[in-house]
């Protein structure tokens, strides 16, 4: 049990330190509906960490198939995301968004399509109506796997007596990316100075942060062994010690 605790803590770190800056992963998108798919290489899926654990994800380029035509949406972006941490390092997360008919569909074809007069200005009539995209991403530093879908359904109430479905069609988009990010660097709890081994030069280094023979953010994060705080101190140092004698 403990060591499996271990590994989740080191993921979860690992997951924590790559996500420092944005990373653009590249990939091939499959667009697939019932009427028809489609094929999207060198697409671009950006991942933001915009706090310990809130994620930002943008499709640059999202592209569905209704109709049996294609149609490019544009940019895609899924907002404040709270992302949970496996132990094989690798972030969840889940998100939707809602968009316009109009912004998923030429409207002039639908109204072309379905309407050529017989039931009136379709377009006027539904451009206003919104549909949820949904998405789910699995990611590391270097790998994502992306699942988004919608479902276009277009009903239309004929002279006030019934309803007419004009359009109802699933579309799932599946994204396979990489990323050219390099592993992170994870740094054994007591790694002051970040050499790979924790003895008692990390000791001397700690204890120069203290007496500020060296800058607070000299060793990064690695100075801090106590949570709760930002001080660097003798608390912090005793627990350093406590880590050596229990090796």
């Given amino acids: 049990m403990m060591k499996r605790l271990s590994l989740m803590l080191f993921a979860a770190f690992s997951t924590l330190a790559m996500m420092a800056a944005p990373i653009d992963y590249i990939g091939v998108m499959n667009v697939n509906s019932a009427s028809g798919s489609l094929t999207q290489p060198n697409t671009k899926v950006i991942v933001e960490q915009k706090g310990t654990d809130i994620y930002t994800v943008t499709v640059t380029n999202y592209t569905i198939v209704l109709m049996g035509e294609t149609h490019y949406v544009g940019p895609v972006t899924f907002y404040d995301m709270v992302g949970t941490v496996d132990d094989e390092?690798?972030?969840t997360v889940s998100g939707s968004t809602k968009m316009n008919l109009e912004d998923?569909?030429?409207m002039d074809e639908l109204d072309d399509l379905f309407g050529g007069g017989m039931f009136g200005d379709i377009t006027s009539m539904i451009t206003q109506q919104q549909y949820p995209?949904?998405?789910?991403?699995r990611f590391n530093y270097r790998?994502?796997?992306l699942t988004m879908d919608t479902r276009v359904t277009v009903t239309m109430n004929l002279y006030g007596m019934f309803e007419q479905e004009l359009l109802n069609e699933n579309v799932r988009n599946t994204f396979n990316g990489e990323s050219n990010e390099e592993p992170p660097v994870v740094?054994?709890?007591?790694?002051?100075?970040?050499d790979g081994v924790v003895d008692v030069e990390d000791i001397n280094a700690l204890?120069?942060?203290v007496l500020e023979n060296v800058p607070i953010d000299?060793?990064?994060d690695r100075s801090n062994l106590t949570s709760g705080d930002e001080i660097i101190d003798i608390v912090d140092i005793n627990e350093l010690i406590s880590i050596l004698l229990n090796q």
């Fill in 89 to 91: 390092g690798y972030v």
């Fill in 104 to 106: 998923l569909i030429d």
């Fill in 133 to 137: 995209v949904n998405m789910n991403a």
């Fill in 143 to 145: 790998y994502i796997n």
């Fill in 187 to 194: 740094y054994e709890r007591g790694d002051v100075n970040g």
């Fill in 207 to 209: 204890i120069n942060v």
């Fill in 218 to 220: 000299y060793y990064g």
